[in-house]
């Protein structure tokens, strides 16, 4: 069976994530920080379904935790090496040019980048090889899908250095894309509004989502549909689908909103 590691997969996006690959037939990792309870009854939900489920302690922000995740992964599951790597864990905080510290700095750095570059080396160390399909071309054996941000098509400077972390992410994915094929495909999703955060007041949440160029945010089924999309599609690598309602391709200019 396909195993799956899921980084901040106990809550939020990664909770959808993880029970749509076990709807997938995939055997899950459920990697958590410090979400104890959340991660157990996550994996107890899983099992429910049938599938095999394990949780994944891990702080990325530790380097020596960090590099332990895909191998205790692996362990855990006992069943063969992951397919499936899909680095969802995030840190989301607001800084500016003139607020940025080197702590905020880091803290974006570490979580939004060189935790899926390391994660993403683990796991295409021990992936599958390239198959053969029916007319011998190559289908990759695994799949990285990073969460990203819509962010990346359009900028903002309201989180600085979570929004610079997360377009080094972005060219990760299309670095490692390259490196990677064929035996690993790459890809990444940019969510726009789709879940209130928790520092956002509930009227700022349905403004961001109702201002998009659909009237409209994402919910989490067109996440996982997005995610099913890389998974089905083994011609596609070095991409990212925003899944946003079309808020990257905000446009009004002052004379579009009637300014002169």
Request: hydrophobic share 45%.
């Amino acid at each position: 069976m396909p195993n799956a590691l899921v980084t901040g997969a106990a809550h939020r996006l990664g909770r959808e994530m993880a029970l749509y690959l076990a709807r997938r037939e995939y055997d899950i990792a459920i990697h958590y920080a410090s979400s104890d309870a959340a991660a157990h009854s996550l994996q107890a939900e899983i099992t429910a379904m049938g599938r095999k489920a394990v949780c994944v302690q891990a702080d990325l922000l530790d380097e020596d935790a960090l590099d332990r995740v895909v191998p205790d992964a692996v362990q855990a599951l006992g069943t063969g090496p992951l397919s499936m790597l899909v680095n969802n864990a995030s840190i989301f905080k607001e800084d500016s040019i003139a607020s940025a510290t080197r702590a905020s700095w880091d803290m974006h750095m570490m979580t939004n980048l060189r935790a899926p570059f390391v994660l993403t080396q683990a796991f295409a160390a021990q992936c599958p090889p390239a198959t053969r399909d029916a007319v011998g071309e190559a289908v990759a054996g695994g799949l990285v899908v990073n969460m990203i941000d819509q962010k990346v098509r359009r900028l903002t400077p309201q989180h600085m250095t979570y929004s610079i972390a997360k377009m080094g992410l972005w060219a990760f994915t299309r670095m490692a894309a390259q490196e990677l094929g064929p035996h690993v495909r790459v890809n990444a999703i940019g969510p726009g509004p789709t879940l209130q955060a928790a520092d956002q007041t509930e009227g700022a949440y349905l403004h961001s989502r109702r201002s998009t160029i659909l009237a409209r945010g994402a919910n989490l089924s067109d996440i996982t549909a997005a995610l099913g999309f890389f998974m089905d599609s083994s011609a596609v690598t070095g991409q990212i689908l925003c899944v946003d309602g079309g808020q990257h391709l905000g446009w009004h200019s002052p004379e579009g909103a009637g300014i002169q």
